[in-house]
């Protein structure tokens, strides 16, 4: 029953049942299958500058915490404390010493221990075991380049090999000449109609729309022009592990972009360097568009963008988004990146409410009586042999018109949907019952 998490509806998995998009049961499913069972993208390392500096975000559903700690590691903490359930912090970001409860003051160190209790002899008398009632952590908490991930799941593999071949894209935009990128400070957070996975499989695959959705800011493109188009020929490359990167074969992107004379030199003089590091595949012979890391981090290479697609419930979703520069930038062309960012995919960027206004109008399609019965099309490049003009790509290398990262995607979300989270038969209680102590095993 593709109700029961299967994405797929036919034997050739190319149609998807739009229930997944829609259904009240699945999203709650999902919660427990997904998201409590990958690695979760939280912060970039250049938000912590020092112990106790903090970010706040989610997991799936579940706000948490994420904090830097005196010897440098990262701790990340439910964030809703262990008496009534209030947010514990209701701030952004910032540094603390302890995170006090605003509705009855309880209070926890930043590991997450709880330290404090208003009135606690006349309140609890010698009854309140202080050592159980501390914030949930996260149990595993990772970095690759800068990025911190987290899991629930104490039984999936390092952070390294859940990424796998995605490292050798990620590295283009987190590591071009060996020096890094930082995030330029500050998020943009916004919420959009839709289901987060409409958004997830676009990012992983789909190159095909930007002809259709975007061809008003195409046209507008300042740099654009009759002599010099863009190609139309390109790549995607489906990873295991649901992964997927796109984009077209190598042209000089920075010039029909519109930059200055300045910007476009520096970005010249780095892609001379990103060959020597990189070698001439990733640094010349492709521009890299748009990728999505399994299960919500979604990049776009030439916008400087790295987001993430929080789940608001079956209809709704809340993108966290950052800029990211090479950290050898100066500031001219980072301000440049800056604003292109903004431009095209800033909570107010062209590009941006373009795909918004396909989610809006994408979202609900499976509550009608009769549209629920048709399911949609992923066909696009099925039995067609790939091309393999990328041949030191890892991955499954595709043509840029395939739908074979979003059957990618969806046969890793269809895999994981088909196994229940154990907390769903815990004793028939809810996911952290009995785990006092500060943790949750998944
Ligand atoms: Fe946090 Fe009561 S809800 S102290
Ligand atoms: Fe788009």
């Known amino acids: 029953d593709p109700r029961q998490g299967r994405a797929f509806v036919d034997g050739e998995r190319t149609l998807v049942d739009r229930a997944v998009f829609s259904d009240p049961a699945l999203y709650q499913q999902e919660l427990g299958r997904v998201f409590a069972r990958s690695w979760l993208f939280l912060a970039h390392e250049t938000q912590f500058g020092r112990a106790g500096d903090f970010f706040t975000t989610f997991m799936g559903a579940d706000p948490v915490i994420v904090t830097r700690q005196r010897d440098g590691t990262y701790r990340v903490l439910l964030n809703s404390c262990r008496h009534r359930g209030m947010r514990v912090c209701r701030y952004d970001s910032g540094n603390a010493k302890a995170f006090t409860c605003p509705y009855h003051g309880w209070s926890y160190g930043t590991d997450g221990t709880l330290i404090a209790v208003p009135e606690e002899r006349a309140a609890y008398g010698e009854r309140l075991d202080r050592s159980e009632w501390g914030l949930a952590a996260v149990p595993r908490v990772e970095t690759y380049k800068g990025l911190v991930f987290g899991t629930w799941d104490t039984e999936i593999p390092p952070l390294r090999e859940y990424l796998g071949d995605v490292t050798y894209f990620l590295d283009v935009l987190l590591d071009p000449d060996g020096q890094g990128a930082v995030m330029v400070p500050g998020v943009h957070k916004w919420r959009m109609r839709g289901n987060w996975k409409l958004a997830a499989e676009q ?7 930007v002809a259709s959705t975007h061809l008003s800011a195409v046209l ?28 077209l074969d190598g042209f000089d992107y920075w010039r029909t972009a519109g930059f200055s004379e300045e910007v476009c030199e520096w970005m010249a003089g780095l892609a001379d360097r990103a060959e020597r590091h990189l070698g001439r595949p990733r640094a010349r012979d492709a521009v890299f568009f748009h990728g999505n890391v399994f299960p919500n981090l979604s990049l776009l290479f030439i916008r400087s963008n790295l987001r993430i697609w929080h789940p608001k419930g079956p209809d709704a979703m809340e993108v966290y988004s950052w800029a ?36 809006h109008y994408s979202a609900g399609s499976g509550d009608g009586f009769i549209a629920r019965g048709l399911p949609l099309h992923y066909r696009m490049g099925h039995e067609r042999v790939p091309q393999a003009s990328f041949p030191d790509f890892p991955g499954s290398v595709d043509d840029v018109y395939s739908e074979a990262n979003q059957r990618c995607f969806y046969e890793r979300w269809s895999e994981l949907m088909a196994v229940p989270h154990p907390a769903e038969f815990r004793d028939g209680a809810r996911p952290g019952i009995g785990t006092a102590g500060g943790s949750v095993d998944a």
Do not use: C, K, N
């Not at 990012?203 to 729309?209: K, P, S, V």
């Open 220 to 247: 507008a493109e300042p740099g654009r022009s009759d002599e010099a188009p863009m190609p139309t020929t390109g790549f995607q490359v489906a990873m295991s592990g649901g992964h997927g990167i796109g984009g």
């Open 324 to 359: 990211v520069v090479p950290a050898s930038a100066p500031p001219a062309v980072r301000r440049a990146l800056l604003l292109d960012y903004q431009r095209h995919f800033g909570p107010s960027g062209t590009w941006e409410q373009d795909d918004g206004e396909q989610w």
């Open 203 to 209: 990012f992983a695959g789909d190159t095909y729309h």
